[in-house]
Antibody, heavy 119, light 111 residues
């Protein structure tokens, strides 16, 4: 069965970088895009971007351009999202999701990773 | 401020039918499919409707989606207490090719 498991909660200082991993199993990793979505406390969902694990192509939301890097390691079926120069308003739960706006409705989400940015 | 506009909240009583609207533009809902998610407190979003009106396996037929022009709606019939959650619409947006937009979310309260 398909599984999407994210790395654990983190605390970061302002100005640091955060990197969240998203390990998948149960399907062909290169066959589906991975999207990253975040949710600040008490707020709605905010799309950050996607990566095509097959080609390595990425597309980032304008808000995060220049600060976010999405990568993948096909040998271990894992995607990564790195956000640099974090600020307090980057405190959020970060989700990865397999093909959340796809053609078949067969989407899978990770459990979410809480990142707290605090001095 | 979200690109897709949803009412912040709505409510209904058990057994009632409620609808949640999602308003977009010609670059997103007007030309692309709409997706609807349900998010229970402390959990990841769950897909309820994809490609405007299709239900993934396991989603009850009490949930239905529709789209007209640049707007879409999610309807929930036979409202149940476990439907109390946040609901989000989403769509691809062609104004910056390849990016996704979400609605701000609607909190559904079952009275």
């Amino acid at each position: 069965q398909v599984q999407v498991v994210q790395s654990g909660a983190e605390v970061k200082r302002p100005g640091a970088s955060l990197k969240v991993s998203c390990k998948t199993s149960g399907y062909t990793f290169t066959g589906y895009y991975i999207h990253w979505v975040r949710q600040a406390p008490g707020q709605g969902l905010e799309w950050m971007g996607w990566i095509n694990p097959d080609s390595g192509d990425t597309h980032y939301a304008p808000k995060f351009q220049g600060r976010v890097t999405m990568t993948s390691d096909t040998s271990i079926s894992t995607a990564y999202m790195e956000l640099s120069r974090v600020k307090s308003d980057d405190t959020a739960v970060y989700y990865c999701a397999r093909d959340p706006l796809g053609a078949t409705g067969a989407e899978y989400w990770g459990q979410g990773t809480l990142v707290t940015v605090s001095s | 401020q979200s690109v897709l506009t949803q009412p912040p909240s709505t409510s209904g009583t058990p057994g009632q039918r409620v609808t949640i609207s999602c308003s977009g533009s010609s670059s997103n809902i007007g030309i692309n499919y709409v997706y609807w998610y349900q998010q229970l407190p402390g959990t990841a979003p769950k897909l309820l409707i994809y490609r405007n009106n299709k239900r993934p396996s396991g989603v009850p037929d009490r949930f239905s989606g529709s789209k007209s022009g640049a707007s879409a709606s999610l309807a929930i019939s036979g409202l149940r207490s476990e439907d109390e959650a946040d609901y989000y619409c989403a769509a691809w947006d062609d104004s910056l090719s390849g990016h996704v937009v979400f609605g701000g979310g609607t909190k559904l309260t079952v009275l």
